[in-house]
């Protein structure tokens, strides 16, 4: 009932904001000079009219002004602002192009909102990364990761130690919504999840939302991680690429049709298994050696745009990535793979300068294979989810105080839940695939609303609905973002979001498996929701250098979705029946200190977090705190530039210790004749016992050179460099007894004796990477 | 000097890797759980032309020193067909078999289906843990197969098959005992949810040798049973496990923990010949 009264009152307000108006409209593109790249989130801004916009995530912008003189800069964080002086008369067309600051070597500097963006938009929960800063960072084993910095930020919890999966306010790992360009990313790991997906040679921009999500994102609770792949060079033919420890990247890019069209070509592949495959090749004739497994992983990225006139812009991207893994020994063979498939089809077109619209199609495939053979049996195992989708989003400023967006999407997922097939010799043994299907709808309309000079509102609403097996489920998600300004360069918000899943990740190993499967909701479970109010406050320091934001949130979440105590999750038939349904709520407060320009740049950030979770089944109906409740989060991250050649950076992260759940006592059992005796613990709490705080340092150096072929640097990293000894699981030693008796009395345990395991050490690396 | 400060910060991270490699990284704590009371812990089978033996004992401190639990001043008794019998202390643990029922019955009980048995357990502290259970009809193995290995012409895989009742849900457990080796059994539990009504066939993945001799037993058993087992072993691999759920025992017993069930069988003896 409340969503026809909504839109009627918006296509009303429509009418009123368009009557009347007589202002002329300058509309383009902002591109990076040398690689007519977009520029995403570049300011165009009238120091006349005292208004400015920001370009879209196709570089598009649209700025509507009275008939007069104007001086339009357009600037962008790392590169040279540019100035344009026009006399309005009639609607103008006009792209710039942004040269790199001076400061900069040849890497592509991509950075969305200043710091006064953020402080003026409505916006809340979002942070933007430059994909240079991240690189300057240090990394584990030298490999980038994007979704390892993105844990350095506030409100982002990482899951286990290394690993690139994480929790964002208070939500469980499949909660958060990961594009690549706009292709939805059902795994974003490799090596069980301690690399992404994310090959940053490729990667233009990252966007977080945590909170107050725009109306054109659904279908996750908590997050939104939007990653955009560059476009490919329209100017010149490039090359760029790494040589790491355990993988090398290449990119190639340039122009197909100068100006007009690009491509981009991204690999990567890991290496250890070639040296391991020498070892077991030089140790086969040794019978007591047990050959080394091989694995690896590679990624594929590919990107075409191409421009066909001024109005329309055609865009083909896709991401081919697996990870193999396999072992064979003696009449054993076993090999394991996994990986995604993304494809993505956009067209932009400028229906005129105030009407911009981007229809896509999107391809997505999530799939592991396991295939076993141990004679005389065959067994392969599988599980997949495949996504089709459709969307078209609207871009329309009919004048400049709204930004009115509006869209829809269709999805079809199919869940091969579960694939289980044996063969005996040549007939099968057993048989079973478990295929679901389903249909997820959305559509939104939100406007961006300065309603005076103080005050701007966004406010929309996204309809969504899901079908499956006959039953249809729908959610109506009002989100209201609004931001007073109280001075210049200090800003209140609050926003309000409601958002709803319809498809839920089985896995109850609290890392990001590629055995865990994508379930949807069916008649037997419904949807996950949630609501988050945020409060805020940002200000900008020194001279618009230093910006302030301190965050207050607080999520209630229904529906949430655990799983019985022993639940067997692998391969099981009836997977619905495992799960038990609850509820969550979390709160927090998230301090967050960002320098975006000079020689030290980089943010401390301080997040004082409480998350619980109720299900009547689990903890006797008590609240607990899931593994990834962590009270304090303090991250300091900072990169110096020593000279034009050399930057250092660091990162300290303190964690108050998991909620982990350990037994209290033990039980004696006899059993049944013919086996032995055993020792059980006994679990009461769920999560009721706290690991030891984590807290680790790494440091990093990027050492640029300029030979005369293009760019090189040499890039040291040390993780963990004070050599912390980190809890990555506790675990408990006790010698139970297997022997027989000794004929005079019962084979009795040692005591028990708990034990702290740590994962990694201090890890020094070293990555060379160039660019001709 | 740049190739010397090169080589030298080569040198220095080759040391702190090689530093790092001789750390262990895994070391001993000292963790304060929480308190709890102890739970009285029944177990207690009851099994065709057999004696009735039960095992009363208390849970203890995880981190305490390990003794045994055992409850020599609890009060155990049996209800069937409206007669109850007491059990009463048995003071000599089964040393050979590793086995400890400090509790006995001097008599067989008729086990018959249909019929509710009831355990009624007051131990030392006075506090009352009960349990029920059913008796069910044995399931017969229907084959046993066993192939021997390509290269190797002594070694050999068992296969096992039964046909499964299709109108009841059904749990099993198979267990294969070396006569002639050592006491490590293959032990499986199993329910019919994959294939409800069918030939089930369990290869049991474990290589013998011609001239080894097998006990192979199947067990049908009770749905609380079968998750009392399968929580056991959750909760065993959950001890350490980051990835494993953590279990809480699943238990038929009210007021109290552990397991009151039938063991009712087919039993086959096996000697692998070529």
Known sequence: ?772 | MKRTGTVSLFAIIILILVLSGCNKLDKNITIKLPPFTPQTVVECYLEQDSTLAASVTHTQDYFGTFRLPFDQHAHVMITYNNTTDSLSLNLLPDFKNQKYFNYKLNKTIPLQAGTTYSIKVIDSAGNISTGQTQWLPPVKIDTIEWNTQKGNDTAVDMTISLTDNASTTDFYRLRVDYISHYPSSPDYYMDDGLQNGQKITVNTDYLYNIGDTVDVYLYHITRDYYNFLNSADAASSANGDPFAQPAAIKTNIQNGTGIFTVLSYDKRRVIFKK
């Open chain 1, 1 to 772: 009932m409340q969503k026809p009264h909504f839109f009627t009152i918006l296509l009303l307000l429509l009418a009123l904001i368009v009557k009347g108006q007589e202002k002329f409209t300058i509309s383009g593109f902002v591109k990076e000079e040398k690689s007519g790249e977009d520029l995403i989130g570049a300011s165009v801004y009238s120091a006349e009219a005292k208004f400015g916009v920001v370009s879209n995530a196709y570089g598009f912008y649209s700025l509507t002004l009275p008939k007069g003189r104007y001086t339009i800069r357009v600037s962008y964080v790392g590169y040279e602002t540019a100035e344009q002086k026009i006399d309005l008369d009639s609607n103008r067309t006009l792209t710039f192009h942004l040269r790199p600051a001076a400061s900069q070597l040849q890497e592509v500097v991509i950075k969305a909102d200043g710091p006064r963006q953020d402080v003026q938009s409505t916006q809340m929960g979002k942070t933007e990364l430059k994909i240079q800063e991240i690189k300057e960072l240090p990394a584990i084993f030298g490999e980038v990761d994007i979704l390892k910095t993105l844990q350095l930020l506030p409100g982002v919890q990482g899951g286990s130690e290394g690993m690139a999966g994480f929790e964002v306010r208070g939500g469980a790992p499949d909660e958060n919504l990961i594009l690549l360009d706009e292709a939805v990313v059902y795994n974003p790991s490799h090596l069980f999840g301690f690399f992404s997906v994310f090959n940053s040679d490729a990667i233009k921009n990252v966007d977080l939302y945590k909170g107050g999500f725009p109306a054109e994102y659904g279908g996750r609770l908590s997050s939104v991680i939007d990653v955009s792949l560059k476009d490919g060079n329209k100017e010149e033919f490039h090359g760029s690429g790494g040589i790491g420890l355990i993988a090398s990247r290449l990119t190639l890019e340039g122009p197909i049709k100068k100006d007009k069209a690009s491509f981009i070509v991204s690999a990567r592949r890991t290496y250890v298994d070639l040296f391991t495959r020498l070892i077991n090749d030089a140790s086969k004739n040794d019978p007591s050696y047990s050959p080394i497994p091989a694995y690896y992983f590679y990624d594929l990225n590919a990107k075409i745009n191409w421009e066909i006139n001024p109005k329309d812009r055609i865009f083909l991207s896709g991401y081919f990535g697996q990870d193999v893994f396999s072992f064979a020994q003696n009449q054993f063979n076993f090999n394991f793979n996994w990986g995604n498939a993304t494809g993505t089809a956009r067209w932009n077109h400028i229906f005129n300068p105030r009407l911009f619209m981007n229809t896509t199609l999107i391809y997505n495939d999530y799939r592991y294979d396991i295939k076993n053979s141990q004679d005389p049996f065959n067994i392969d195992i599988g599980s997949r989810i495949l996504d089709w989708t459709a969307k078209t989003d609207f871009e329309y400023i009919p004048k400049q105080t709204h930004t009115i967006k509006f869209g829809g999407m269709a999805t079809y997922h199919t869940f091969d839940v579960g694939r289980i097939k044996v063969k005996s010799g040549d007939s099968t043994a057993f048989d079973m695939d478990n295929t679901l299907w389903g249909t997820e709808l959305g559509i939104y309309a939100s406007d961006d609303w300065e309603a005076t000079g103080r005050l701007k509102v966004n406010y929309g609403v996204r309809g969504s609905g899901f079908v499956n097996n006959g039953k249809f489920y729908y959610g109506i998600e009002p989100r209201l973002a609004a931001r007073y300004l109280l001075k210049e360069g200090f800003s209140l918000k609050a926003s309000y979001t409601d958002m709803t899943q319809y498809v839920h990740l089985v896995s109850n190993s609290g890392a990001l498996l590629p055995t865990d499967v994508w379930y949807p909701s069916t008649p037997l479970v419904q949807p996950q929701l949630s609501q988050q109010v945020a409060l805020g406050a940002s200000t900008l320091l020194k001279h618009e250098t230093i910006e302030v934001t301190d965050e207050v949130y607080y999520k209630w979440m229904q529906h949430e979705i655990d799983f019985k105590d022993g639940a067997n999750l692998f391969l099981a038939t009836n997977l619905d029946k495992q799960f038990v349904f609850g509820k969550g709520w979390a709160y927090a407060n998230e301090l967050f200190v960002r320098k975006s320009e000079g020689r030290l740049t980089g943010w401390v950030s301080y997040t004082l977090a409480w998350t619980f979770r109720q299900f009547d089944s689990i903890n006797n109906g008590k609240p607990f705190s899931p593994k990834y409740d962590r009270r304090h989060t303090v991250d300091i991250v900072a990169t110096y530039k020593l000279n034009k050649r050399v930057s250092v950076s660091a990162t300290w992260v303190f964690t108050s210790g998991d909620a982990v759940s350990l037994p209290v006592a033990y039980m004696y059992v006899n059993d049944i004749q013919n086996t032995h005796y055993f020792i059980l613990p006994v679990y009461t709490q769920r999560d009721g016992y706290r690991m030891p705080p984590y807290n680790r340092a790494d440091v990093a150096l990027v050492w640029k050179r300029k030979p005369r072929w293009g760019d090189a640097d040499i890039t040291f990293s040390v993780y963990n460099v004070y050599d912390r000894r980190n809890p990555y699981l506790i675990y408990i030693d006790q010698q139970l007894s297997t022997s027989g008796g000794t004929g005079s009395s019962l084979n009795l345990p040692g005591p028990a004796q708990a034990k702290q395991i740590s994962l990694f050490p201090v890890i020094p690396s070293v990555t060379y990477n160039f660019r001709f």
